[in-house]
């Protein structure tokens, strides 16, 4: 099982739209969580940080269920410039391992 | 500006050579990590380094090796035992050692030839 699970697409939305993006990760030590886009053939860029509370960065909302092991992202009014890839990552501490793990990222396509 | 730079751009390998790719930063950043993409997949862990002269395997290490002699450079080797070498190479490099707040370099294709 991958450490980190989401559903590929592509979600192909009007503009305007509201989507959701589910993101689930095996490793229940798991402590740190994020949000990264990444743009057709570029490098990633940090979107958000997810925080236990959940959390709003404009149009963006970020949650996360550490019971259920799952992660969210919500945009909504969706824009063309949206249109990118969404990747979860999460950072676990009981590995050693000093390093992000990725997703392997949702695909958005927004449409005029 | 401070960033991280890849070099080059594209680059291409006949089979059977050794390569290496280029990264270099200029935050100050004790952390450095490399990455592998490949088409409609996550990033996978190849190497990171804390500190200098200090680097561990991550999850595809087999194949390629690092050496971390300076805080600004992390070059990957992508030696011939590597069998299927072709994708999308990304550096990121951190302050934290925890490994928080990546910032990327734009990264290398590497297309055997």
């Known amino acids: 099982r991958k450490e980190v699970e989401q559903d590929p697409g592509p979600f192909n939305v009007p503009e305007g739209a509201t989507v959701a993006f589910n993101c689930t990760y095996s490793n229940s030590a798991s402590q740190s969580f994020f949000w990264y886009r990444q743009d057709c053939r570029k490098e990633p860029k940090l979107l958000m940080s997810?925080?236990?509370s959940g959390n709003e960065d404009g149009r963006f909302t970020a949650q996360l269920n550490r019971a259920s092991q799952y992660i969210s992202l919500l945009i909504r009014d969706s824009k063309l410039s949206d249109s990118a890839t969404y990747l979860c990552v999460v950072k676990t501490m009981d590995t050693g391992r000093r390093a992000l793990t990725f997703g392997s990222g949702t695909r958005l396509q927004v449409q005029p | 500006d401070g960033g991280i730079t890849q070099s080059p751009k594209y680059l291409f390998r006949k089979e059977g050579q050794n390569v290496t790719l280029s990264c270099e930063q200029n935050?100050?950043?004790?952390?450095m990590y490399w990455y592998r993409q490949d088409p409609g997949q996550g990033l996978r862990l190849i190497y990171y380094s804390q500190i200098v002269n200090d680097f561990q395997k991550g999850d595809i290490a087999e194949g390629y090796s690092v050496s971390r002699e300076k805080k600004e450079s992390f070059p990957l080797t992508v030696t011939s035992a590597q069998k299927n070498p072709t994708a999308f190479y990304l550096c990121a490099s951190s302050m934290s050692s925890e490994g928080y707040g990546y910032t990327f370099g734009s990264g290398t294709r590497l297309t055997v030839v």
């Open positions: 935050l100050n950043h004790d952390a």
């Open positions: 997810v925080y236990s």
